[in-house]
């Protein structure tokens, strides 16, 4: 599956997301402490780059941000450092509307809008 934006990245919707992957959120810090996937690993688009030794080599990791659409740059920018990872379709609104879990950092219920 491809993201239509982006058809060059490759994309998996959240239904197709199980335990063994890891789930790499984007998102800035308050998007991230307003709701995120329970255990996904955090790191800003921003940061990736100074960040890469933080990044698992030997799991399926799966990209996600809001909507997909940073989360897909940043996947195909992955992909060109010899990478291998995906990007989530649709973002966290999709996980959302998926009825996946959420939790929240700010003892709030969970949001992604």
Do not use: F
Not at 19 to 26: C, E, G, K, R, T
Not at 50 to 70: I, N, Q, T, Y
Not at 93 to 104: C, D, I, K, R
Request: glycine share 8%; aromatic share 4%; net charge negative.
């Amino acid at each position: 599956m491809s993201d239509p934006r982006r058809p060059d990245v490759p994309s998996i919707p959240p239904a197709e997301l199980t335990d063994d992957i890891v789930l790499l959120d984007v998102r800035r810090q308050e998007e991230w402490d307003a709701g995120h996937a329970p255990g996904a690993l955090h790191i800003p688009s921003d940061d990736i780059p100074a960040k890469l030794d933080e990044l698992p080599r030997d799991r399926d990791v799966v990209l996600v941000c809001h909507g997909g659409g940073r989360s897909s740059r940043t996947t195909d920018w992955l992909l060109k450092q010899g990478y291998e990872c995906r990007n989530l379709a649709g973002g966290m609104v999709a996980y959302a509307e998926a009825g996946l879990p959420l939790v929240s950092e700010t003892g709030e219920p969970p949001a992604v809008d």
